[in-house]
C-alpha cells in the first residue's frame, strides 16, 4: 500500500519522529513522508512512534486509495494538531465573522437558557410541560400517576434555574458560542473557566430548590419531593472533577462555592431573581391551560431564610446519591430502595428527554409552539410507533402445523395477554417459549417489541431464529449489542440514527442499563417505556451482584404501568422465590406451559474425586454420540478437551476466545447441534456459556452439579425436541466433598464466589431426599419438583442467604461508584477513537491482554510458538481481534507469586526495548485502550532476551491451540498439573 505521514512535531520529538520516518520512508517535504510498505511495516512504524512519543508528537499516517482519495489511518500523538481526517489546519483567526454574528444581538437585560438564545422561562416551562405529558401517557390514570407527573412538572421546571447564574447568562450571551453543541447539553466551557472550583448549573439549580421549598408545596409528598432533587440534580451526568473536593458533595459547600464567586449580587439578590424567573413561568403555564394558577407559583410564595444555610444540618446535608442503597439484612428493605430508585428512573428519563427535545428547536420554534399550544406535537412524535408487525406475527403463527401443542400455546398466549400487569411466562426447555411471547405481543396489538436477554450469545441465537424462514423473514429484525449491531441479517450494519427502531430489538441487558447508569442513553429507557417488552431467560440476574437490584428497578418502572405496562418475563426456571420476596410478582401472574416432550429421562448422580482429571471423573471421560459436556468453569472444559482431543470429534466453547474465535465456534457449535443440525461434531464441551437459550440437543449429557435453575436448564440441551424412545441419560457431576455437604474445595469455592452454593447444596440435598437417582422421570415431575423445591422453608432460607450475600456485594459495588454517571469536560477529554474499557463495570474490573501462542496437538508436550494471539490492526478504525481478563487475574487473585502484572512490569521494557509505566494503576488505567494490552506471557524469542526459558512465569496465560480448533487463554499451571 502506498501511505503519507505528515508530522506535526515540535521541539525534540520533532527530530526523533524523523528518525523513525527516515528509516521507513521517503521524505518528500520538510514534514511529509511517502513510501509503499506493506502491513507489517506499517505496524511497526507505529510502534517505534508510539515508543517515544510525547505531548509534542503529533504524526498522521494516511492511506493513498487512488490518486484523489486517500483514507486517514491513524494518528499517534497529540490529535489537536489535525482535525477528524487528519487535515492540517492552515488559518486560524481569534477575530469576529460575519457569519458568527446572530441575525439579532442577546438583550442583556434578558435571561437565556442556551447559546440558542432560547428564553430561559419558556424553556424551563416547555421542559416541565412535556416531562410531565410523557410521564402521564406512559403511566396508568391514576391518582398516584397524577401525583408523580405534577412532580415531574416541577422537575422540568427547576431543571434549569441555575442557569441566572451570571457566569452562565455571560457565556450563553457570547456571540461566538452561538452553535455550540454538547452532548451532556450545555455548560460553561470557556478555556479559563474550570469546575473544578465552580459549580454547574444543575449543582446550583437543586441549591435554589433545596432553599426554595421549604416545605411550602404541600400537594407533593416527601417522596416525590426528594426525586424532584435527585432529578433536577442528576439531569446532567457529574463533571469529573480531578480534585476530589468534599465541599462539592453537600448542599452547604454548594452554598459557600457558588457564594464566594458571586460579585455583582448578593446571593439573597440571586434567590429573588430566582423567584422572580419562577414566576414568569407560572404565568407561562397559566396562560398556557388557561388556569388560574400554577403549581410553581407555590414554590417563590414565601421569602427565603438565608439564616438556615449558616446551620450545621445544612452545611452537613449531602446532596441526591445516584442509587438510594444500603446493605440490609432484610430482603424487602431492599425493595424499599428499589421502589425509590424505579420512581427516580422514570422521572429523571422523562425530564430529561424533554430537555433534549425542547433544547433541539431555535428559540422561535420554542416560542411558536408555546403560543400556539402544541408542545404535545413533540411527545406524539416520540411516542408514536407504527408497524406492521402484528400481521407479521400472525403470518409467522399460521406456518406452524394445527395440532394439541399449537392450541396449547394459543390457550396460554390468550392468559397472558389478559394480565394487566407484569407478566410471568414459565415453561419447560423446547415448549415454544418464543412463539409464545410473539403471539401475546400480537394479541397485545405491539408495535414494537424490545426483546431483552442477559448475554449477547443468547441474543445471537434469538436473532438467527427469528430471522429464518419459520418465523420472521420480512420483519426488521435488529440486535444491538456492545458487539454487534445488525438488522434482518448478520453482517448487514444498522445505521447510527437508527438505534432502537426496529419491528423486533433484540438487546442485551447491559445496553438497557446504559439508561440507568449513564446520561446519554438515558432516553433508552422512555423507549422501554413505551414498547412492549419481552425479558428473556430472566432467572441469570438473581445471582449477578448489582445486576439483580438493577433489573429489579427495570421491572418496577414497568410495574408502575400497570395496564400499560406489556411486560413479558420468560424462562424455563422462573425463580419463583426471587419474583416473590424481590419483585412481589403474585402467583396469579405466573402462567406455566406445560410440556409437550413425551421423552424420559434418568438422572445420574455420579460423586468424583475433584482433585482427579481422569477418567474417574466424569467431566473429564472420553465421550461418544451425540454428547454434551458442560462444566461450571471454562477451565474444566478446556482441560477435558484437551486431554480427549486425539479420541473425540469434539468442538470446545466457551468465554475465553478472541472475539474472532468466539463468533465462529459459536456458528459451528450452533450449526452441528442444532435441531437437523450438521452433526459435523459428535461432542461438545463447554462452560455455562451453552446453558440458556441455545437452541441445540443431544442424546446424553454429562454436567456438573449447579443450582435448581442451572440444573434444568442444562437439561433443556438434552433431546430438546423429544426425538428419543429410550430414556435420555442425565448425568450430574457431584465433587465428593459437597456430597459430604463440606464447603471446602474448589468447585464449593467457586459457588461460593457465584453467590450460588447454599442453593445448590440445598438443591442437591432436596433432590437426594426425592430419590430420583437413577430413577426414570418425564419433564413435568421435574418442573413440579422445581416449584417444590421453591416453596420449602430449607430451601427458601438457602436462597435467600445467597441473595443477601450478592444483594450486599451489588451495594458495595454500586457505593463504590460503578454506577454514578461522569463527564469529562471537553479539555479533559480523551481523544476518539476504539472504545475503550469503563474504569468501573458491573459486570467485573476487566483489562485488554496480550499473550503468547502455544500448541498443545502433543499435550502433555507444549511447543511455545514466536506469535502472539492477536495483531493490532493498521488503521484505527478497525477493531482489535482482542482478548480481555479480570483484574483478579491479572493480579493473581491476591496471592503475590500468581502476579502476571509485576512479572510484565519486571520484563515488558527489555523485551521490547520500549519504556513502560512502573506503577500498577498506571499500567492498568493504560489497559483500558486495546493498543496497551496487559502481557500475560511472552513468546521464547521475547524470553530470550531476559534470560530464556527459566524467565517464563509459572502462571503465565497462553492462548492455547490445538490441530483440530483454539482452546483459548489458560494458565501455563492449568496445562502442567491438576491444579484448579
Not at 455583582?264 to 388557561?290: H, M, N, P, W
Not at 392468559?415 to 410471568?424: E, F, R
Not at 427469528?466 to 453482517?491: C, H, R, V
Amino acid at each position: 500500500m502506498m501511505v503519507t505521514f505528515v508530522s506535526q512535531c515540535q521541539k525534540k520529538a520533532l527530530a526523533r519522529t524523523r528518525r523513525v520516518l527516515d528509516a521507513f520512508a521517503n521524505r518528500i517535504g520538510d514534514n511529509t513522508w511517502q513510501t509503499v510498505i506493506t502491513e507489517e511495516g506499517l505496524i511497526a512504524v507505529k510502534t517505534l512512534l508510539r515508543k517515544t512519543a510525547t505531548k509534542n508528537t503529533a504524526v498522521a499516517c494516511h492511506w493513498l486509495r487512488s490518486r484523489s482519495r486517500s483514507e486517514l489511518i491513524w494518528i499517534v500523538g497529540n490529535r489537536d494538531q489535525f482535525n477528524s481526517q487528519g487535515i492540517v489546519p492552515v488559518n486560524t483567526t481569534t477575530k469576529e465573522l460575519i457569519m458568527d454574528l446572530p441575525k439579532q444581538a442577546p438583550n442583556p437585560n434578558f435571561l437565556y437558557a442556551n447559546t440558542h438564545l432560547q428564553g430561559l422561562a419558556e424553556h424551563l416551562f416547555a421542559v416541565g410541560c412535556v416531562a410531565e405529558q410523557l410521564l402521564a401517557r406512559l403511566m396508568p390514570n391514576e391518582p398516584e400517576t397524577k401525583n408523580e407527573a405534577e412532580a415531574t412538572f416541577i422537575a422540568g421546571c427547576l431543571h434549569d434555574l441555575g442557569k441566572i447564574d451570571p457566569a452562565f447568562q455571560d457565556w450563553a450571551r457570547n456571540p461566538k458560542k452561538k452553535d455550540f453543541q454538547a452532548e451532556d447539553g450545555q455548560h460553561i466551557d470557556d478555556s479559563k473557566f474550570s469546575f473544578e472550583k465552580y459549580p454547574r448549573h444543575n449543582e446550583i439549580s437543586v441549591l435554589l430548590y433545596q432553599l426554595l421549598d421549604s416545605n411550602s408545596i404541600k400537594v407533593i409528598n416527601t417522596a416525590h419531593k426528594d426525586a424532584i432533587k435527585h432529578t433536577v440534580y442528576w439531569h446532567h451526568a457529574k463533571p469529573y472533577r480531578k480534585e476530589k473536593d468534599p465541599e462539592f458533595s453537600t448542599f452547604g459547600g454548594i452554598y459557600k462555592k457558588f457564594g464566594n464567586s458571586l460579585s455583582s449580587l448578593s446571593f439573597l439578590e440571586f434567590t429573588e431573581k430566582a423567584q422572580r424567573l419562577l414566576q414568569q413561568v407560572g404565568e407561562i403555564d397559566c396562560k398556557y391551560r388557561s388556569i388560574e394558577s400554577s403549581l410553581v407559583t407555590k414554590i417563590y410564595c414565601e421569602a427565603v431564610d438565608l439564616g438556615a444555610v449558616d446551620s450545621e444540618t445544612f452545611k452537613k446535608l449531602p446532596l441526591p446519591v445516584y442509587k438510594s442503597y444500603d446493605s440490609e439484612e432484610r430482603i424487602d428493605k431492599y425493595r424499599q430502595h428499589i421502589r425509590t430508585n424505579a420512581l427516580n428512573n422514570r422521572m429523571r428519563a422523562s425530564v430529561i428527554s424533554a430537555d433534549r427535545l425542547i433544547s433541539g428547536l431555535s428559540a422561535d420554534e420554542l416560542h411558536d409552539h408555546i403560543r400556539q399550544q402544541t408542545l404535545h406535537r413533540l411527545v406524539d412524535e416520540t411516542l408514536l410507533l407504527e408497524s406492521n408487525l402484528g400481521s407479521q406475527i400472525q403470518t409467522c403463527l399460521q406456518q406452524f402445523p394445527a395440532g394439541d401443542r399449537s392450541n396449547k400455546q394459543h390457550e396460554i398466549a390468550v392468559q397472558l395477554s389478559k394480565l394487566n400487569d407484569v407478566a410471568v411466562l414459565a415453561g419447560p426447555a423446547g415448549c415454544g417459549k418464543t412463539k409464545i411471547a410473539l403471539e401475546w405481543a400480537q394479541l397485545k396489538n405491539a408495535q414494537q417489541i424490545i426483546w431483552i436477554c442477559p448475554r449477547v450469545q443468547v441474543c445471537q441465537g434469538l436473532f438467527l431464529e427469528l430471522i429464518s424462514e419459520q418465523y420472521l423473514p420480512d420483519a426488521k429484525i435488529e440486535i444491538n449489542t456492545g458487539e454487534f449491531k445488525f438488522t434482518k441479517e448478520w453482517g448487514k450494519a444498522t445505521a447510527e440514527d437508527n438505534y432502537f427502531s426496529g419491528d423486533i430489538v433484540i438487546t442485551t441487558i447491559d445496553q438497557v442499563f446504559g439508561a440507568i447508569i449513564s446520561h446519554t442513553k438515558v432516553n433508552t429507557l422512555i423507549n422501554v417505556l413505551n414498547a412492549h417488552v419481552v425479558f428473556d431467560e430472566f432467572h441469570e440476574y438473581v445471582a449477578m451482584p448489582a445486576f439483580n437490584l438493577l433489573f429489579a428497578e427495570l421491572v418496577e418502572c414497568k410495574k408502575a404501568q400497570g395496564n400499560l405496562a406489556n411486560t413479558l418475563l420468560v424462562s424455563a426456571t422462573p425463580h419463583y422465590f426471587f419474583l416473590n420476596t424481590v419483585m412481589e410478582i403474585q402467583p396469579e401472574d405466573i402462567v406455566e406451559m406445560p410440556s409437550f416432550n413425551p421423552s424420559e429421562y434418568r438422572i445420574e448422580f455420579r460423586v468424583f474425586d475433584e482433585t482427579r482429571q481422569d477418567e474417574s471423573n466424569p467431566l473429564y471421560q472420553r465421550q461418544s454420540g451425540n454428547t454434551i459436556v458442560i462444566s461450571n468453569t471454562a477451565q474444566v472444559a478446556q482441560k477435558s478437551f484437551i486431554r480427549n482431543q486425539s479420541a473425540e470429534n469434539a468442538v470446545l466453547l466457551h468465554s475465553k476466545f478472541k472475539k474472532s474465535d468466539k463468533h465462529r465456534l459459536f456458528d459451528e457449535v450452533y450449526e452441528s447441534f442444532k435441531k437437523d443440525g450438521t452433526r459435523k461434531f459428535e461432542i461438545l464441551r463447554a462452560g455455562p456459556i451453552v446453558q440458556a437459550s441455545l437452541n441445540i440437543t443431544s442424546d446424553y449429557m454429562v454436567s456438573e452439579l449447579t443450582t435448581a435453575e442451572n440444573f434444568l436448564q442444562r437439561l433443556g440441551r438434552l433431546d430438546r425436541f423429544g426425538a428419543n424412545s429410550s430414556a435420555n441419560i442425565y448425568s450430574v457431576a457431584v465433587p465428593d466433598l459437597i456430597n459430604q455437604g463440606k464447603g471446602t474445595g474448589a468447585a464449593a469455592r467457586f459457588l461460593a464466589r457465584q453467590y450460588a452454593f447454599a442453593a445448590t447444596k440445598a438443591w442437591y440435598q432436596f433432590l437426594q431426599a426425592e430419590e430420583i437417582d437413577n430413577q426414570t422421570l418425564q419433564l413435568p415431575k421435574l418442573y413440579t419438583l422445581y416449584r417444590n423445591f421453591h416453596e420449602m422453608p430449607q430451601a427458601k432460607q438457602a436462597m435467600e442467604a445467597d441473595l443477601l450475600a450478592c444483594f450486599k456485594q451489588g451495594v458495595q459495588m454500586i457505593q463504590n461508584k460503578v454506577v454514578d454517571p461522569i463527564t469529562i469536560p471537553p479539555k479533559k477529554a480523551t481523544e476518539k477513537g476504539r472504545a475503550k474499557i469503563s474504569k468501573h463495570s458491573l459486570r467485573g474490573e476487566n483489562r485488554f491482554v496480550q499473550m503468547a501462542v502455544c500448541d498443545v496437538t502433543q499435550w502433555p508436550e507444549i511447543e511455545f510458538q514466536n506469535k502472539y494471539a492477536y495483531q493490532p490492526p493498521i488503521s484505527e478504525h478497525e477493531e482489535f481481534d482482542n482478548l480481555t481478563a479480570s483484574l483478579d487475574e491479572i493480579q493473581g487473585y491476591g496471592d503475590s507469586d500468581k502476579n502476571l502484572l509485576a512479572y510484565m512490569k519486571s520484563k515488558h521494557h527489555n523485551i521490547f526495548t520500549a519504556p513502560r509505566a512502573f506503577k500498577d494503576f498506571i499500567l492498568l488505567n493504560e489497559a483500558r485502550d486495546p493498543e496497551f494490552p496487559v502481557y500475560l506471557s511472552y513468546t521464547p524469542e521475547g524470553l530470550d532476551r531476559v534470560g530464556g526459558e527459566s524467565a517464563r512465569h509459572s502462571y503465565a496465560v497462553y492462548y492455547a491451540e490445538c490441530d483440530k480448533q483454539p482452546i483459548g487463554a489458560i494458565s501455563i499451571k492449568q496445562l502442567t498439573t491438576n491444579e484448579d
